[in-house]
């Protein structure tokens, strides 16, 4: 059983940059993918960015790309999630997530085995 533990929410303001991080439990966390999802109040959870297990394929979401960078460091168990240029549409509860080793980079949250315990960031206008 993988446990992600995350840190790194909080509060900004608009245009300012905040950095994600999340922790694995195991060793076996660079054989995963590894992908950031967030969920507003009243909102359905959204992808974010994906990373496959070695770095060299990352996704974003449209609403992100050129803002948010994925990241991963496999010696340190851990994925990053470096956001930049933060808009109050932003706001949401942000998780990180594993994957078992599948065929791609998955982008469903279906697709997703292991969790973090989600970690709130609020973004004032």
């Known amino acids: 059983q993988v446990q992600l533990v995350e840190s790194g929410g909080g509060l900004v303001q608009a245009g300012g940059s905040l950095r994600r991080s999340c922790a694995a439990s195991?060793?076996?966390?660079?054989?995963?993918?590894m992908s950031w999802f967030r969920q507003a109040p009243g909102m359905q959870r959204e992808f974010v960015a994906a990373s496959s297990w070695s770095g060299g394929s990352v996704l974003y979401a449209d609403s992100v790309k050129g803002r948010f960078t994925i990241s991963r460091d496999n010696a340190k168990n851990t994925v990053y999630l470096q956001m930049n240029s933060l808009k109050p549409e932003d706001t949401a509860v942000y998780y990180c997530?594993?994957?078992?080793?599948?065929?791609?980079?998955?982008?469903?949250?279906?697709?997703?085995?292991?969790w973090g315990q989600g970690t709130q960031v609020t973004v004032s206008s």
């Open positions: 997530a594993a994957s078992r080793p599948r065929l791609g980079v998955p982008l469903s949250e279906y697709e997703y085995d292991y």
């Open positions: 195991e060793r076996t966390f660079s054989r995963y993918a």
